[in-house]
């Protein structure tokens, strides 16, 4: 079974910026999607960002342009970095996996369906954006 854990959460500053990141336990998957998703209180989990196997991606039109997700195959890490910071980005972070035996993983989809399409996750990273 694939294990994720998310690191690099904290307290940021508005306009500031901060780096998630989510260690990938050994896997043999060819194919697959990584994701952050993210959930404020009283409010559903959000996608925020996708990338497969490939090194494509999507992000979702909220943090566009500010955050950027990548991956380090080397490291078998998930990247999230999160640029111009907004009260609103405040929430538990947390990175997902969809794994597929075969077939692409397509980000736009994955981002579309949300946190059903994801079966792995990690525990979650607070992230507290102020003043």
């Known amino acids: 079974q694939v294990h994720m854990e998310e690191s690099g959460g904290g307290s940021g500053r508005l306009g500031g910026s901060l780096r998630l990141s989510c260690s990938v336990s050994?896997?043999?998957?060819?194919?697959?999607?990584l994701g952050w998703f993210r959930q404020a209180p009283g409010k559903e989990r959000e996608g925020v960002a996708i990338i497969d196997n490939d090194g494509d991606t999507s992000v979702s039109d909220s943090v566009k342009g500010r955050f950027i997700i990548s991956q380090d195959y080397t490291k078998s890490t998930l990247y999230l970095q999160m640029n111009s910071l907004k009260s609103e980005d405040t929430a538990m972070y947390y990175c997902?996996?969809?794994?597929?035996?075969?077939?692409?993983?397509?980000?736009?989809?994955?981002?579309?369906?949300?946190?059903?399409?994801?079966?792995?996750w990690g525990q979650g990273t607070q992230v507290t954006v102020s003043s």
């Open positions: 050994w896997h043999t998957y060819t194919h697959y999607c």
């Open positions: 997902a996996a969809h794994f597929r035996e075969e077939g692409p993983c397509y980000p736009d989809d994955a981002l579309e369906r949300g946190a059903a399409f994801f079966y792995t």
